[in-house]
């Protein structure tokens, strides 16, 4: 079997109740001070906050055209060192092609030396060759006068 033992519940702590006039004027100044002093301390905080924002956004708003700035001039910055780069590419290329036409214009001459150099070689095989030809027909009829063979 069991035994239950009933608990009363703790106590609340006695609250002072006033009890004259006097002291519920006390309570009322006390209870409106502490009013007036939580309406002023949130006014101040709203007044404070609005202020940080304020300040807040102001140095967004620098940092923004800061940034804004310093990206403008790095891109200039770039740009300006890209047509540099762009001018030193285009005066290696116009060398480049200089020095190529030069060595086209060398190669060209060499090969029309040589062309001349092999058309005059070949004009005397020619020559040589219409001589032996002309040796070789007169050696040819003389041959046939002399032995007596069919005349044309």
């Known amino acids: 079997m069991k035994t239950l033992i009933a608990q009363s519940p703790n106590p609340a702590p006695d609250i ?3 009890r004259g006039a006097s002291e519920w004027a006390i309570v009322a100044a006390a209870a409106a001070f502490l009013i007036r002093e939580g309406v002023t301390w949130f006014k ?3 007044e404070s906050e609005s202020k940080q924002t304020q300040a807040l956004i102001s140095g967004i708003s620098g940092l923004t055209q800061t940034l804004i700035n310093d990206l403008r001039n790095n891109q200039t910055l770039l740009i300006e060192n890209n047509k540099e780069g762009f001018k030193e590419v285009s005066a290696a290329t116009r060398e480049t092609g200089t020095q190529i036409s030069k060595e086209v214009n060398a190669a060209l001459k060499s090969q029309a ?3 001349a150099e092999f058309n005059e070689t070949l004009n005397k095989v ?3 060759v219409q ?3 002309s040796r070789m027909d007169d050696f040819l009829g003389s041959r046939k ?3 007596g063979g069919p005349s044309s």
């Open 16 to 18: 002072p109740t006033p």
């Open 44 to 46: 101040n905080k709203d």
């Open 113 to 115: 030396l040589h062309y």
């Open 126 to 128: 020619l020559f040589g």
């Open 131 to 133: 001589a032996l030809h």
């Open 145 to 147: 006068d002399n032995h």
